[in-house]
């Protein structure tokens, strides 16, 4: 059944002297703005579930080539395989012509747009196009993060899975199953998380009949904004600063006090622990090369979570995915900035997915907006 509420207190009253008296909702919080089957988000229970699977289940038994095909046939097969796909020639040649000074999220989105150039995207989209965009994009990244520290970009290597050969051709050499595998796993947990505002924004362009290298290229400029795409780097700072556990009480007091956030903390969806960092916190502890701070965050999370539940009884500020992100990403050897690129490598088989969802029910998504400026009236005498 369709869900027609909206969330109290979210709706506001429409202004004086405006006739449109339908309901508003800022940043459209609380509206059901569309109907999909790939991901269910349970903010109260701290739920994600892909096509009906616990997200803690897929991290365990799944790879991330599965879990894109999971979403984008809804058949779950654990030997689905992967690879990542050489660059067109028009594409390298562009990401050879970028300032030296680009930001990696926007040479991946300038990458995409490239490819878009290069390929036959048919509408409607298919599964084949989701594949072919989502084999592509870590090549196109890591020839990126080669170029622009003077080093040749490498050749994907298709033996390999595609997380495994974007740690390949990013650093030359094949990484060790575990660094590959801990990395599998955050493809696993960023693959996929509703209507958050770069898949609405794939969805958007897709229900033109656009075609997907325009719709992944728009998410990715939206998930560049720093709402969004977040960066777990942020988390490693706080803890540097706090030094140890000893410290850790009164540097967070002295934050709180002076009204800052903790990084990795609370989520407009989650009320509870998020499922995602519990899943990563696993990964973080078994990893092979574990960031030296990896214990110390550990033991300030017991203590931020006392302080926060102290400062906020009104309102649950649990551990979200950002923190244990972190370490995860730092213990696989990735530099900071390639971290939010790295989070959009992931999320293409969300994207994607909901590209085809979209396509297979599409509907133009063209809301109202309500009119607040001045009645009609006639121009000033000339
Ligand atoms: N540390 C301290 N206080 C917090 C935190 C936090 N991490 N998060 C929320 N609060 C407080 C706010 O100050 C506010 O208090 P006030 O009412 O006294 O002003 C109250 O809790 C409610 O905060 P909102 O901003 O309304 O909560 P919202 O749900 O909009 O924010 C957000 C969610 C942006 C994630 C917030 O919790 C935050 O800034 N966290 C830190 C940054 C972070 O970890 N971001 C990654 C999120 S996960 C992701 O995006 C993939």
Same mark, same amino acid.
């Given at each position: 059944?369709?869900?027609?509420r909206? /969330?109290p207190?979210s709706?506001?009253a *429409?202004? /004086?002297?405006t ?5 508003? &909702? ?5 509206v059901?703005?569309?109907?999909t089957? !790939?991901s269910?988000v349970?903010?109260e229970?701290?739920k994600?579930l892909?096509?009906?699977?616990? +997200?803690?289940d ?10 894109a095909? !999971?979403?984008w046939?809804?058949?779950?097969d *654990? ?5 990542t796909a ?8 562009t ?5 030296? &000074? ?13 490819w ?9 989209p298919?599964v084949?196009?989701a ?7 870590p ?5 990126f ?5 003077g080093?040749?970009? +490498?050749?994907?290597?298709? &033996?390999?899975?595609?997380?495994e050969g974007?740690l390949?051709q990013?650093n ?11 990395l #599998? $796993?955050y493809?696993i947990v960023g ?6 505002? &770069? ?8 229900s033109t009949?656009s075609?997907i ?7 990715i400029?939206?998930?560049?904004g720093? !709402?969004?795409?977040g960066a777990?780097s942020?988390?490693v700072?706080?803890? /540097?600063?706090m ?5 850790a =009480? ?5 934050? %709180? ?6 990084m ?9 622990? #998020?499922?995602?960092a ?7 502890e078994?990893?092979d090369?574990? *960031? ?10 017991d203590?931020?979570l006392? %302080?926060?539940? =102290?400062r906020?009884?009104?309102?649950? !500020?649990k551990?979200?995915?950002?923190y ?12 900071p #900035?390639?971290?939010? $690129? ?11 997915a909901?590209? %085809? ?5 599409n509907?133009?998504?063209? *809301? ?7 009645a009609?009236?006639d121009?000033?005498?000339?």
């Open positions: 059944m369709t869900e027609t909206i /969330a207190g709706v506001t *429409p202004l /004086a002297g006739s449109d008296l339908r309901p508003y &909702s800022p940043g459209l919080e609380g059901i703005a569309g109907e089957s !790939l269910r349970d903010g229970q701290g994600l892909y096509r009906g699977y616990r +997200i803690g897929l991290v365990e038994h799944g790879t991330y080539s599965a879990i095909h !999971l979403l046939t809804g058949e779950w *654990p030997r689905h395989a992967l690879a050489p660059l067109p020639d028009p594409v390298l040649a990401l050879r012509a970028l300032p030296a &000074s680009t930001k990696p999220m926007d040479a991946l989105r300038t990458a995409v747009s490239a878009g150039t290069t390929q036959t995207l048919d509408w409607p298919t084949e196009q594949r072919a965009l989502t084999s592509f994009s090549s196109a990244l890591a020839a993060a080669r170029l622009r520290a080093d040749l970009p +490498i050749d994907p290597d298709p &033996s390999l899975g595609l997380v974007y390949y990013l030359g050499k094949r990484p060790n199953p575990g660094t590959a595998r801990a #599998d $796993a493809f693959a996929e998380h509703g209507f958050n505002a &770069s898949t609405f924004t794939a969805r958007v362009i897709t009949r075609d290298a325009s719709a992944v290229a728009g998410a400029g939206t998930m560049k720093p !709402l969004h795409g777990p942020e988390v700072d706080q803890l /540097a600063k030094g140890s556990v000893e410290h =009480e009164e540097w967070i007091r002295d934050a %709180l006090d002076r009204g800052e956030r903790l990795g903390f609370g989520h407009r969806v989650y009320r509870a622990y #998020d499922p995602r519990a899943a990563l916190r696993k990964v973080a078994s990893m090369r574990k *960031p030296e701070w990896l214990e110390l965050a550990i033991q300030v999370e203590v931020a006392r %302080l926060l539940a =102290e906020h009884p009104e309102r649950p !500020l551990t979200n995915v950002e244990y992100a972190a370490p995860v990403l730092q213990g696989v050897g990735l530099t #900035d390639l971290f939010p $690129a790295t989070f959009s490598l992931a999320r293409h088989a969300g994207w994607t909901h590209v %085809l969802e979209q396509a297979g029910a509907r133009l998504i063209r *809301p109202d907006v309500r009119y607040v400026g001045p009609e009236r121009l000033p005498a000339a």
